[in-house]
């Protein structure tokens, strides 16, 4: 092929006759011109003006001074100096005329003569040959000339000018400016020969936008006649059609008229063009498009317009050396070119030249070229070449740096390749610049075929060694993406040949329409970004066809949506499947210069390196809707080489362990999905329950992809029922955007209905699975149904609310949920068994927790089981602690054996220290610790220290952590377990006692002085554990028909076991926890009432011990803190926690505080008749402790109000911890105060009411 810088024979031939022309002619010819001298300095218009001593003053005068004589063979010399031009200069025949500024003998700007005309006027030219122009300033001219374009509805179309040239043969411009003209600066109607411009500045030669819009006549009769344009610009250069009939060219003939329009030479040399066309805002058109003088009243090329019509040929147009800049047009800011009907073999060169700042409001900014043919009508092409031009920051609609367009060719058999290439780009780059299609270059084919199907053919445009760089898609409108490619290309092929660089464009490198890319050595996409396709996005039948040994990279490109390097939308039906045979793969996206090769035999490299989507499934290197029409015959949709070929190679940096010859990523490769994947049981819900069920798209490459996919729902065929919409969606929309899963799913009806989900995908691909159901299930737990959704039963106790996905609910703190013979029930649950599983992203209050079945127990216990008083398999409930272990089967053997030693000793040194702690001085003590649990409520928590001192008063003492009974032990055992030590303690009391008195020698009986303090101090203290067993044994829930114990929710009520235990409990229940304080109360009454029976003076030393701290008609008051255990205790196990149960504790403490204040029952003093001063100050000190338990459980309530601050409930709890301390403190003040009243009595010895009485008197035998 020959370089595209060279020159062939006819184009040879052509250059010396310019050369010729140029420079050998004028110099012959300019030695026979006379010369006329003008001067506006010291000039005078004289008849006799214009020699050398004596100028003419003006150019106006010289004029009509040389119009009678003849304009022929004369030179006017203007000296250098400002020229007024006061009427128009018209010259018609005149030949080898010259206008020169400065004497022509310096090419500074300085020199040149200036000339400024007033409105209207201009200087014309017709039917001349050999004008020169030079060394002058043309300022502010414009005059109304006659168009070669008629116009519908008139004779004549006029527009305004600074020169015009009509006609003309050989036309010399040098060194001349025309600056500020109101219309075109230069205008030039068939020139014939030679149009030489050189180092010529045409600037500002404007019109406003608003004249544009308000264009106008004060004749509206001359108008019918006379069409008006505004067209502005810095040059127009046109070659018509044989059209014209006006008084100057009615001598000119068809013949004539094309010997000015073939074979001539326009040649524009260091011109600049800045500044020209409209001026202020102009606002965007969508005509971007469309044959250039089809529109007369569009602005067309701003700073250079070149229009050749009919049969014009032949003819060279040479740019060189150019500056375009800041031009302003609709279409072609700095340069408008086209060629159009029957022209052919016209030449059209752009070398060396820059564009920038240009704006083509319409369409191309820098530039635009066309080359429009007749429909089915043949000539051999015009040719329009780039070379070594730039185009840096232009704007326009479409085609920023520049827009190229035209017809498509009428094809010729004998035509070769080479014939189609209209259009050439060499060496040529594009910077920086703007529009919202195409910002560096917007190429768009005209097709005439009928149906876009043969005879004709498309176009060529050729690029190479270009550059495309930093441009970007102009945003018109905010907010919505409309604009796509550095280079936009509608149905033209695009060839890329030497080494093509296009780097760092926004919104797409470069967009495929419909056209072809044919690639020739070597082409880099670097950098770029788009929407979709970040190098690369191909529309309709595009392909990229690789030549031999060429190279195509794609690196580092990205995406917002799809296609980090490349986005392929292919054509055809989505319905229709179909490989693809060997014969024919160019109809594939990709295609190869040898269309006989398969894809593995392609001698061409394609190299994918770190491309980016925004995520996996879009494609980071490339998505196409299909990959159909790349397959080999045999393969399927699932299981294909597509882009898995030899000559694609995909390059990421990794971490892993990859070999560098990797070459297939699925994540690379994406397309539309062809395959919905789902999972059945995820529909198996309850009405109203928010679900996300999974639904994957599965692509080509058998990715995960993102869809969007349309659920429809209908009732299963086999039930026919009234209502239609049994089962139906709750949800505004049926479409969802899926990426695996669909989020928030909601369906209603009734349970158990069969039904069938159809899910559809919405998009180019056809796609349709169908699920059958088996039935909606019943609702959650917590919910109810009603109206065909499942409601929550938020007005049960225990439940706080229900969340909006209709499965789950929040319970109270402290409360159970679960199921119990396929019922769910709440409950309160006991103490530390349940746990309180919480989510913070939705829970509102602190005391709320979320229903789990799975975590809802706490301590090792088996999730789901009732009341969470069941064990987990292998682990069994302990002594010692609250929580589940794991335990051996024999561990009682070693149980047994420590409790009853601990029982024994702790006995035994009751009774050998003679405890007297019940006798009165103690008992407030006591009893605050014995119901402080349950006074601050279970949601109190002690330190460790005071929780081993309110155990211990209790008579719960732990060794260790715990001690393991069985493997298989429950609640209930350890509960009648607890009861069983409190009555064998009773049982080894008595068995001492019996010891005692029968061997009064023993060395044990003699340091026993009188055991009946310690028996009562026993007693009282095994009283509250046999009173708080007994109401566990007797603590039943009821779940429906069926009934179990509390603290063990896997016991049934009074069956098996606990029928035993119950009995047991009811036994200690009635005849000592309820008996023993009646006896005390109503001793003499009980004594009468019994005497038949049992005879209650035997035991009157315990009566005595117990009643002898009391005033004489207060002695009933021994079994006041005794009611008090028990009232608190049945309070506590038998009243939900809540409000009420802790109203009834704060109304229990003040009331038995009142009580004791106002009845104060201890003896006081002597003075009284009470003997014993030790009683003086007991009544004082219960007081305090029971208003100290008063203020305990006060603060206890508050703390559990959920409206209170975490800093405040903090306060207020380490107020409660201090507060448990008192009884301690006031223990230390009675030991202190017990020890000084001794010591001072000289022999601290203990006087006692009761020494005298003996074990004996008990009636112990």
């Not at 411009?197 to 544009?212: I, M």
């Not at 009615?250 to 326009?266: C, D, L, M």
């Not at 329409?513 to 309709?540: C, P, R, S, W």
């Not at 298989?968 to 009773?986: C, E, G, H, P, R």
């Amino acid at each position: 092929m020959q370089g595209a810088s060279g020159i062939n024979a006819p184009m040879m031939k052509l250059l010396i006759i310019v050369f010729f022309t140029v420079f050998i002619i004028p110099g012959v010819t300019a030695a026979e011109k006379s010369k006329l001298f003008i001067s506006a300095a010291i000039g005078e218009d004289t008849k006799f003006c214009g020699n050398g001593s004596v100028p003419c003053r003006t150019l106006n005068h010289a004029y009509e001074l040389l119009s009678p004589s003849g304009l022929n063979s004369t030179i006017l010399v203007l000296e250098k100096g400002t020229y007024s031009l006061h009427k128009s200069l018209v010259f018609v025949k005149v030949k080898d005329l010259s206008l020169i500024g400065g004497h022509g003998d310096s090419t500074e700007s300085n020199t040149r003569a200036k000339i400024i005309c007033e409105p209207n006027v201009s200087v014309a030219f017709f039917l001349s040959d050999n004008i020169t122009l030079q060394d002058l300033k043309i300022v502010s001219c414009g005059g109304w000339q006659e168009s070669a374009i008629s116009k519908q509805n008139a004779e004549v179309i006029k527009f305004k000018t600074a020169i015009h040239f009509d006609y003309c043969r050989n036309i010399w411009m040098r060194n001349v400016d025309i600056i500020g003209s109101i219309g075109h600066g230069a205008n030039f109607f068939e020139i014939g020969g030679v149009l030489n411009v050189t180092n010529c500045v045409f600037e500002n030669n404007t019109v406003s936008a608003d004249a544009l819009r308000n264009k106008s006549t004060s004749n509206k009769k001359t108008l019918e006649q006379v069409g008006y344009i505004i067209s502005v610009g810095g040059v127009f250069v046109t070659l018509n059609n044989y059209i014209r009939n006006r008084p100057y060219f009615k001598n000119v003939t068809q013949a004539r008229h094309e010997s000015y329009i073939q074979g001539n030479s326009y040649i524009f040399t260091k011109c600049s063009f800045i500044g020209n066309g409209i001026s202020g805002e102009v606002a965007p058109t969508d005509s971007f498009q469309g044959h250039a003088l089809d529109q007369l009243s569009v602005v067309k090329g701003g700073g250079l317009g070149i229009f050749f019509v009919g049969k014009a040929e032949n003819n060279m147009v040479l740019i060189q050396n150019c500056r375009f800049l800041a031009n302003q047009a609709y279409w072609g800011g700095g340069l408008q070119v086209e060629f159009s009907e029957n022209t052919s073999r016209n030449n059209f060169t752009v070398r060396s030249s820059v564009f920038q700042r240009n704006i083509g409001h319409s369409a191309g900014g820098g530039a635009r070229v066309g080359h429009w043919r007749k429909k089915g009508v043949f000539n051999p092409n015009n040719e329009i070449r780039f070379v070594d031009s730039v185009f840096r920051d232009n704007r326009g609609n479409w085609g920023g740096g520049i827009s190229v367009y035209g017809t498509s060719i009428f094809c010729n058999c004998k035509q070769n390749f080479k014939s189609k290439k209209t259009f050439s780009f060499h060496s040529c780059r594009w910077f920086a610049n703007k529009a919202n299609v195409g910002s560096a270059i917007g190429t768009f084919l005209f097709n005439q075929n009928r149906e876009n199907i043969g005879p004709e053919v498309p176009f060529h445009v050729e690029f190479i060694d270009s550059q495309v760089e930093d441009n970007a898609i102009e945003i018109l409108e905010e907010n919505v993406q409309i604009g796509e490619g550095a280079i936009y290309n509608v149905g033209v092929s695009i060839v890329f040949r030497g080494k093509t660089i296009i780097k760092n464009n926004t919104y797409t490198a470069l967009a495929l329409d419909g056209g072809t890319l044919e690639l020739y050595d070597d082409v880099e996409f670097v950098g770029n970004k788009g929407v979709q396709g970040g190098a690369i996005a191909m529309y309709g039948y595009s392909q990229l066809i690789l030549m031999k040994k060429s190279r195509l990279l794609f690196k580092e490109n990205s995406c917002l949506k799809k296609g980090g390097a490349m986005f392929i939308q292919t054509p055809g039906s989505p319905r229709i499947n179909y490989g693809l045979s060997k014969k024919n793969p160019n109809i594939c996206f990709f295609a190869y210069e040898d269309d006989s090769r398969s894809f593995n035999q392609w001698d061409t490299e394609v190299i994918f390196q770190e491309n980016k989507a925004p995520d996996d499934s879009l494609g980071h290197s490339v998505f196409a809707t299909t990959l159909k029409k790349c397959r080999m015959q045999g393969e399927t949709r699932l299981n294909n080489s597509v882009l898995d070929w030899k000559f694609i190679r995909f390059n990421r940096t990794t971490t892993d362990n990859v070999s560098n010859d990797f070459r297939r990523n699925t994540k690379e490769i994406a397309t539309s999905p062809v395959d919905i994947i789902y999972n059945v049981q995820d529909w198996h819900v309850s009405p109203g329950e928010v679900f996300s069920p999974t639904v994957h798209l599965r692509d080509e490459k058998n990715n995960s992809v993102k869809g969007i996919v349309e659920i429809l729902i209908s009732n299963s065929s086999s039930y026919q029922e009234d209502d239609p919409s049994s089962v139906f969606l709750q949800t505004d929309s049926s479409l969802f955007l899926t990426h695996g899963k669909i989020s928030f799913l909601k369906i209603g009806g009734h349970i158990r209905r069969k039904f069938i989900v159809i899910l559809q995908h919405i998009g180019r691909q056809i796609l349709r699975k169908v699920i059958r159901v088996a039935s909606l299930k019943p609702c959650n737990p917590g919910f109810y149904l009603k109206d065909g959704n499942c409601v929550c039963q938020d007005k049960l106790d225990g439940i706080s609310r229900c969340d909006k996905n209709g499965k789950t609910i929040y319970l109270k703190a402290g409360y159970w949920g679960g199921m119990v013979d396929e019922t769910f029930y709440i409950h309160r649950c006991p103490r530390g068994f349940c746990a309180c599983p919480r989510n913070n992203m939705t829970l509102i209050a602190q005391d709320e927790c979320v229903f789990n079945v799975e975590q809802m127990c706490n301590g090792n216990r088996e999730p789901g089981s009732t009341l969470c008083g069941k064990c987990k398999e292998g682990f069994s409930v302990v002594f010692g602690h609250s929580d589940c272990h794991k335990c051996g089967k024999y561990g009682f053997l070693v149980v047994i054996p420590v409790y009853l030693v601990q029982i024994l000793v702790f006995v035994k040194v009751a009774m050998l220290l003679d405890v007297d702690w019940f006798s009165g001085f103690l008992n407030g003590f006591f009893y605050s610790y014995q119901v402080m649990l349950q006074v601050v409520g279970e949601r109190f928590f002690f330190d460790p220290f005071m929780l081993f001192v309110i155990n211990f008063f209790n008579f719960r003492p732990r060794i260790g952590s715990h001690l393991c009974f069985s493997s298989d032990m429950d609640y209930a055992d350890k509960l009648f377990f607890n009861l069983a030590i409190s009555v064998i303690t009773l049982l080894v009391v008595v068995f001492l006692a019996k010891l005692v008195g029968k061997y009064p020698n023993w060395c044990f009986s003699r340091r026993v002085k009188g055991p009946f303090r310690a028996i009562c101090t026993i007693l009282v203290l095994c009283y509250t554990g046999i009173t708080s067993s007994c109401l566990g044994l007797l603590d039943p829930v009821v779940f429906g028909n069926t009934t179990v114990l509390f603290i063990s929710g896997s016991t049934e009520f009074f069956k098996g076991k606990h029928a035993f235990y119950g009995s047991i409990a009811i036994f200690f229940m009635f005849f000592f926890v309820i008996l023993f304080p009646l006896v005390l109360m109503y001793r003499p009454f009980c004594t009468r009432l019994l005497r038949p029976v049992f005879n209650l003076n035997r035991f009157k030393p315990f009566f005595d011990v117990l009643q002898s701290c009391y005033k004489d008609q207060h002695r009933s008051f021994a079994a006041f803190y005794l009611v008090c255990r028990l009232v608190v205790l049945v309070i506590a196990i038998y009243i939900p926690i809540g409000p009420v149960r802790r109203f009834l504790i704060e109304v229990t403490c003040i009331t038995v505080l009142s009580i004791f204040t106002y009845v104060r029952p201890y003896k006081r003093s002597r003075q009284e008749g009470e003997a014993d001063p030790k009683y003086a100050w007991e009544n004082k000190s219960d007081t305090i402790l029971l208003f100290n338990l008063s203020l305990m459980a006060v603060i206890a309530t508050a703390t559990e109000n959920s409206d209170i601050s975490k800093r405040h409930k903090a306060q207020l709890t380490t107020v409660i911890k201090v507060l448990a301390y008192v009884p301690m403190v006031a223990l230390a003040c009675y030991i202190y105060k017990k020890t000084k009243s001794r010591c001072a009595s000289g022999c601290c010895s203990d006087n006692r009411d009761l020494e005298g009485l003996q074990v004996t008197d008990l009636g112990i035998e």
